[in-house]
């Protein structure tokens, strides 16, 4: 069973920036992939960046350039930086870890980009 605790959610103005992270429960594996997705009101939830154990990355072309996910194996972290923030960032942030197919999802942690 995998559990995930992000933190890291705010207030901020536009063009600021905000760092998110996950603390993921139990081991992880060479096959975990972890991410962020995020879910603005009245939209699906979202694809924001993923990163595979050896640190492959992937990110959605709307936050390409401004969005750096990193992971920590050894601490079991993961984290999004974000930066050049825009309004259209303001969404809940989920925490996603992908074992086996299998998915696991944080609770969410709220972002909110004041224009």
């Known amino acids: 069973q995998v559990q995930l605790a992000e933190s890291g959610g705010g207030l901020v103005q536009g063009g600021g920036s905000l760092r998110l992270s996950c603390a993921t429960s139990?081991?992880?594996?060479?096959?975990?992939?972890m991410g962020w997705y995020r879910q603005a009101p009245g939209k699906q939830r979202e694809l924001v960046a993923t990163?595979?154990?050896?640190?492959?990355?992937n990110y959605a072309d709307s936050v390409k350039g401004r969005f750096t996910i990193s992971r920590d194996n050894a601490k079991r972290t993961v984290t999004l930086q974000m930066n050049y923030l825009k309004p259209e960032d303001t969404a809940v942030y989920y925490c996603?870890?992908?074992?086996?197919?299998?998915?696991?999802w944080g609770k969410g942690t709220l972002v909110t980009v004041s224009s």
């Open positions: 996603h870890h992908m074992r086996l197919g299998v998915p696991y």
């Open positions: 139990g081991s992880i594996f060479r096959v975990d992939v």
């Open positions: 990163i595979t154990f050896g640190g492959n990355t």
